[in-house]
């Protein structure tokens, strides 16, 4: 029997995949890293036993051998509680007690069909690494996103090598199989699936090869972004990527990459030098041939795929030793906006960025309890409902302090966050109302000479965010929040971990518009817009960021939905939620040059930021 808790944490994964790279040096489930198919690590194993408690899967070779190989180790505890607190340990002891379960009650182990087809991808790959075993279908079958269900493919196959990917290709051309490419996670839209045809997982391809004298980086498909900047940081150097677990050649395929760092680096077509596909026609070609398809394109319109991305050449940008991070808080979202732009248009800066409560709230509540309290002490007590983000050297940082009548500095942001649990205490709330003036709170709380205030009321210390956690976790937590990288604006926001905990409450669905940014007031009635559908079909959704683009022409707007993928009814209001956005962005896309739609630009990553911003 599985346990009620089991099966409600099962049903909870939202595949974000971050249970696959390690982000918090705990290191990496040792089924997953060896056996890579996704069926091995903790987001598998919660679909599989999810499975298994509703009698939906079939007790086979792979599920027994799933089971057997995970050591129960707890790294996937620590991971997913730091982003969904969520604890997949007591589903991996629940699924292996299960089938031990079984198999002493002798229930019969099924062994998959034959089939010529797949011995067929087998001879191309190896035996190991193409199946049609259920244990490893049903975690390729389905996402959380609101409009896919379940699409269980009829192969799952991982190639190590280009020609190998050719070779698939060519199969499917001549057996008529339809394929898809997969990633680390989820498309949302359930892109990545494909029902009772193959699906093709590029997680052996993790290839880095790093040519410090041409200033690039060689990556392979299967290469996260996480682990990219982990390897390249080694070396003095940053790369432009999105999620940290998102696979960077995938993310660029399907979007061109964008983040806070996009301000100083670009997007699209400014992240890369070269890239090599599979055709389909299962052909290798790089991007350098003059024979090759040209990418560098754009059609304002949904195109299909120009083939399977097997490598991209990545620019490398060096680091200074200087480089620190501020947060400028402003009260309104004209306020900040209006600074991000003037930050661009004088390219000051590397990483510049609009942040919402929500956004910021989120991160430095260490559980989801106090993130609405986390919200409000931002909002009523500091008066600080927006921050700009900037990431720069000392000199860049010298002239934001002076643009700036207040920031919020690194040492300024570790006692915030180490001391963020007595923020939401009655003692904190009398000091700030006790403040005098007319000044928005964060103006005097923030300022160099209330800094001693600021620590004798809020005692920063990794023991205040150990006491608000799990009580085994505890400990961890004190060391966790020792690093100086917990509370370290390069580093949280290069490995992309200031985002990581945005989908704790629910799955999330994104929007993603290109602005124009010196229109501030169209990008206000497009946020409005969607605040609007969110509150009328009664979803969770909050703004997302914003960040400059192009020296200050345009920016990149993300505002977020939050879905109950468990809920149905909340899944039908998502449904028509999305479905009145997506006409509400079309409208604006129509009506306003310099507003694009990120749908528009899917499977178009490779295209000239120029094409894709002006065209």
């Not at 499975?51 to 089971?67: C, F, N, Y």
């Not at 990794?462 to 085994?472: G, M, Q």
């Not at 979803?539 to 920016?555: C, E, Q, S």
Request: charged share 25%; aromatic share 8%.
């Amino acid at each position: 029997m599985i346990s009620e808790e089991a099966k409600k944490i099962s049903s909870q994964c939202r595949h974000y995949a971050m249970c696959k790279i390690d982000f918090l040096d705990t290191g990496l489930c040792p089924a997953g890293e060896e056996h890579h198919y996704v069926s091995y690590y903790p987001q598998g194993r919660m679909d599989i036993c999810h499975a298994l408690a509703q009698d939906q899967l079939p007790v086979t070779e792979r599920l027994v051998e799933i089971a057997e190989t995970c050591t129960l180790c707890g790294f996937c505890d620590k991971q997913c509680y730091f982003v969904t607190e969520l604890r997949p340990l007591k589903v991996m002891e629940a699924l292996k007690t299960h089938v031990e379960g079984l198999l002493v009650n002798g229930k019969e182990v099924v062994k998959p069909e034959a089939d010529a087809l797949l011995d067929r991808f087998k001879g191309i790959v190896g035996k190991r690494w193409a199946t049609n075993d259920p244990a490893i279908l049903l975690s390729y079958a389905h996402d959380p996103g609101p409009f896919t269900g379940f699409q269980t493919p009829k192969y799952v196959v991982m190639p190590a090598t280009t020609d190998e990917v050719s070779q698939i290709v060519k199969v499917c051309n001549n057996e008529q199989v339809p394929y898809n490419i997969r990633g680390n996670g989820s498309s949302v839209m359930g892109l990545v699936m494909c029902k009772d045809g193959l699906v093709m997982d590029m997680g052996r391809m993790k290839r880095i090869a790093i040519d410090k004298d041409n200033w690039c980086v060689s990556v392979g498909p299967g290469v996260a972004a996480f682990d990219l900047q982990k390897e390249v940081t080694k070396h003095g150097f940053r790369v432009n990527v999105a999620e940290p677990a998102a696979l960077v050649c995938a993310n660029i395929m399907c979007s061109g990459i964008f983040s806070t760092f996009s301000h100083a680096y670009g997007t699209a077509a400014d992240n890369y030098i070269n890239a090599e596909f599979v055709g389909s026609d299962g052909e290798v070609f790089d991007l350098n041939q003059r024979t090759a398809p040209n990418l560098f394109s754009f059609q304002p319109q949904e195109m299909p795929s120009p083939g399977v991305c097997t490598r991209v050449d990545m620019k490398l940008h060096p680091m200074t030793e200087d480089e620190d991070g501020v947060l400028v808080p402003f009260s309104s979202f004209h306020e900040a906006t209006t600074f991000a732009r003037d930050l661009s248009v004088r390219r000051i800066g590397l990483a510049v960025a609009v942040l919402g409560g929500e956004y910021m709230a989120t991160f430095m509540s260490p559980v989801e309890s106090l993130a609405d309290s986390a919200k409000r002490v931002l909002k009523e007590d500091l008066g600080m409902e927006y921050a700009v983000l900037v990431i720069g050297d000392k000199y860049a940082l010298d002239t934001v302090r002076k643009m700036s009548q207040v920031v919020v500095d690194s040492e300024r942001l570790k006692i915030l966050v180490l001391g963020f649990p007595k923020m939401v205490e009655d003692e904190w709330r009398d000091l700030v109302n006790g403040l005098e003036g007319d000044k928005v709170p964060y103006e005097t709380l923030l300022k160099d000479e209330m800094r001693p205030l600021l620590e004798t009321a809020l005692r920063p210390a990794p023991e205040h965010i150990a006491e608000v956690v799990a009580p085994d976790l505890r400990s961890f937590y004190r060391e966790l929040y020792s690093r100086p990288e917990m509370t370290n604006l390069v580093w949280l926001n290069m490995f992309r971990i200031i985002s990581s905990r945005m989908g704790r409450r629910k799955h999330v669905v994104a929007f993603v518009v290109h602005v124009p940014l010196d229109k501030i007031d169209l990008i206000e009635r497009i946020n409005a817009e969607f605040e609007r559908i969110g509150d009328g079909h009664s979803i969770t959704h909050d703004y997302g960021f914003l960040t400059p683009l192009d020296m200050g022409k345009r920016a990149v707007l993300e505002y977020d939905y939050y879905v109950d993928h468990r809920d149905p009814a909340d899944v039908e209001r998502m449904q028509q939620a999305v479905i009145a956005t997506g006409q509400m962005i079309e409208e604006f896309c129509q009506g306003n040059k310099g507003v694009r739609w990120i749908k528009h630009v899917f499977l178009q990553g490779f295209a000239r930021t120029e094409n894709i911003l002006y065209t």
